[in-house]
């Protein structure tokens, strides 16, 4: 019988034995069975006893039969060409989607909003105060003075140009080539 098909009926007669596949767990060293629990009777001790073994025996069963599902279900995957990649990607995909759609992120998506809209207003702010504050520096009479004399310090040097004899025709102020853009001052 092919294992991935195999009957999960525990109390079927084609049920896989735990010895078609190993030996049976063991009791970890260093564990003691106690011989009655208190408020137990023998009889009670000793069916809680057998449930347990059965309960340990149908789950290493059910992780046997797990297994061979997961090895069923990768072979069918590889028939079909879906790659590991494509199950990732997938995965990653619904995983997105299930965090867009919880109340934590919309919350989140709220307050970072908010958070962006009191930000930007408050940059607002600072920036017309910043203008506000250099229009005023520009219009004080030290600033006034100062572009005064830098105006007369670029008149000095522009105009000792114009009014020597310099070969030069690439000189600024020549009527050959224009001034560059970036002139200092």
Known sequence: MDSAGQDINLNSPNRVLLSDFGPEPAVPV??????IVPGLTEAEAEELRAELVKVEEEI???????????????????????SALEGLRQNLSKSWHDVQVSNAYKKTQETLSQAGQKTSAALSTVGSAISKKLGDMRNSATFKSFEDRVGTIKSKVVGGRE???D???????????????????
């Open 167 to 185: 070969p030069n025709p690439s000189s600024p102020g020549s009527d050959d080539q224009p001034l560059p853009d970036h002139m200092p001052f």
């Open 163 to 165: 009014h020597s004899n």
């Open 60 to 82: 290493v069963t059910l992780r046997q039969v797990l297994a061979a599902k997961e090895r069923r279900c990768g072979e069918l995957r590889r028939r079909l060409g879906l």
């Open 30 to 35: 260093g564990v003691a069975v106690p011989a």
